[in-house]
């Protein structure tokens, strides 16, 4: 549990936006990997079996909330300010336009740019071939990139 749980966590912040929904997927993944070892294949990598379960109840929990957002839902920008606060308004910025992606579009951004995997190990959490984890991330970065721009980030 030590070794995952942050990576865990992230992950489920960043794909829900919420603390407490990341906190209780967390919870979930790692109750969920115990009452599930016994069928765990040594054969495949434990972090890539345990990120998959994080991003599938992540998933899970975005449609359990069925809450549909639109680009102009709640997405006003703050003022700017010193050179500390633009740095935390741009995290702010991303934050919040990640949110505005599709689930699939906003997992393959979160593993790639912020748990830093491969796009090998993206393939393997979100079990689907390389080549589309490629075309997801570059989909994914251009409605990003178009959100922001449109936001005038």
């Known amino acids: 549990m030590d070794r995952y749980q942050r990576c865990l966590f992230n992950v489920a912040l960043r794909m829900l936006g919420n603390v ?3 906190e209780d997927v967390t919870q979930t993944v790692f109750g969920n990997a115990f009452d599930s070892l016994k069928g765990y294949d040594p054969q495949y990598r434990f972090f890539s079996w345990i990120y998959r379960m994080a991003v599938n109840e992540s998933l899970n929990a975005l449609k359990r909330r069925k809450q549909l957002v639109t680009i102009d839902d709640g997405f006003d920008l703050p003022s700017a300010g010193d050179a500390a606060d633009d740095s935390l308004e741009v995290d702010d910025r991303v934050e919040r336009a990640l949110m505005l992606l599709k689930p699939d579009d906003r997992a393959v951004v979160v593993l ?5 995997f491969s796009y090998e190990e993206i393939a393997d959490v979100l079990e689907v071939p390389v080549k589309t984890v490629k075309s997801r991330l570059f989909t994914a970065r251009e409605r990003l990139r178009l959100v922001l721009l449109a936001k005038g980030s």
Request: hydrophobic content about 40%; cysteine-free; charged content about 25%.
């Open 20 to 22: 407490q929904d990341a």
């Open 112 to 116: 790639k740019h912020f748990v830093s």
